[in-house]
């Protein structure tokens, strides 16, 4: 059994600052990341945070946001800061997942998040 549970989201002014949770059940979590879809758009990636914590992020985001773990809880953050109206999306975290020491990595997803940044 694998779940990722999402917490976090929430109505923001512009400017503002979210931090956003996302915890993982599973033996073994490797990549680590965050995705958003827009209404009437395509989900895209924002960013990625690796077993040994390299970091990656879309330029939309880049310098505002930062992505973070922790391994022991396996639990993904993304701290959001100068919010601006067009992050308004659902916020989607996945996670690379072993079940077992011996069964093959698969891709997760949560449930998804609202954040919706509006004065």
């Known amino acids: 059994q694998v779940q990722l549970v999402e917490s976090g989201g929430g109505l923001v002014q512009p400017g503002g600052s979210l931090r956003l949770s996302c915890a993982a059940s599973?033996?073994?979590?490797?990549?680590m990341g965050w995705y958003r879809q827009a209404p009437g758009k395509q989900r895209e990636w924002v960013a990625t945070?690796?077993?040994?914590?390299?970091?990656n992020y879309a330029d939309s985001v880049k310098g505002r946001f930062a992505i973070s773990r922790d391994n022991v809880k396996n639990t993904v953050y993304l701290q959001m800061n100068s919010l601006k109206p067009e992050d308004t999306a659902v916020y989607y975290c996945n996670a690379d997942i072993k079940e077992s020491l011996y069964a093959p990595y698969r891709l997760f997803w949560g449930q998804g998040t609202q954040v919706t940044v509006s004065s």
């Open positions: 599973g033996s073994i979590v490797r990549d």
């Open positions: 945070i690796t077993s040994g914590s390299n970091t």
